[in-house]
């Protein structure tokens, strides 16, 4: 297949996923780091999408910056740095990576099918700063840590503006983490820059556009959206760690 009828895929598909993340807050960097795997060699995919989930997060955090809950990012990123750091010195010597996605998969599908009686995630604020670091680790290891966040900004006290710009915030620090983490690691950016350039406009323009239908939309139907992409997420989640350990 010709590289630049790859390109103009990617670029679609770029624009859509992002304007997919715009309007419900997740989702759309899951599903592109899914078509990259079809054209791109695997030690390729993750820091390339970092960096073009990067310009998609710095974005929408951009466009939503009054919206971002300040005592939930401070925690997380300090909670980032540390994780991101202890990344770099233990990914190379993990085995059975498949498994964090069945954990994340049940924390999600316990937010959304819990009894009544169990407690909801409501952390304090504080205790973003442990999620961060979780996020941390996990961002550099398995490409994206997006649905392991979601379901604790699921809560009542935010608004989906809030939820969706500050897990923008959050993961705009992680990805910009993943930046130097992956340069450590010995991965040239610029081998890949006509892609990467190619993918960052692409999620720019589609950001935009989907940060248009957000404001938009009613607080119902995002929240019921939300919970629609979650349980995707945690569907795919599980599929794919199955497959791997087929």
Request: proline share 4%.
């Amino acid at each position: 297949m010709s590289a630049w009828i790859i390109y103009l895929f990617l670029f679609i598909a770029s624009f859509l996923t992002a304007g997919i993340s715009a309007v419900i807050g997740m989702g759309g960097g899951i599903l592109l780091l899914s078509l990259m795997t079809f054209f791109l060699d695997l030690r390729v995919i993750v820091p390339v999408h970092g960096l073009v989930q990067l310009a998609s997060n710095s974005t929408r955090s951009l466009s939503l910056r009054r919206e971002v809950e300040p005592r939930i990012l401070i925690p997380a990123t300090l909670g980032l740095v540390l994780g991101t750091f202890v990344a770099t010195q233990i990914i190379q010597n993990i085995p059975q990576r498949e498994y964090f996605y069945f954990l994340i998969a049940a924390l999600i599908l316990y937010v959304l099918f819990k009894p009544k009686k169990l407690p909801t995630l409501m952390l304090p604020y504080w205790s973003f700063g442990i999620l961060g670091f979780v996020m941390g680790v996990l961002n550099p290891i398995i490409g994206a840590s997006g649905p392991l966040l979601a379901p604790f900004l699921l809560r009542d006290d935010l608004r989906k503006e809030q939820i969706v710009g500050t897990k923008a915030a959050i993961q705009t620090i992680g990805h910009l983490l993943k930046v130097p983490a992956f340069l450590y690691l010995g991965f040239n950016y610029v081998d890949h820059w006509l892609l990467t350039l190619c993918m960052i406009v692409a999620v720019i323009l589609g950001t935009k556009s989907g940060i248009f239908i957000l404001h938009r939309i009613q607080e119902r139907t995002f929240r019921w959206i939300f919970s629609i992409a979650l349980f995707v997420a945690a569907s795919r989640l599980i599929y794919k760690a199955i497959l791997s350990l087929a």
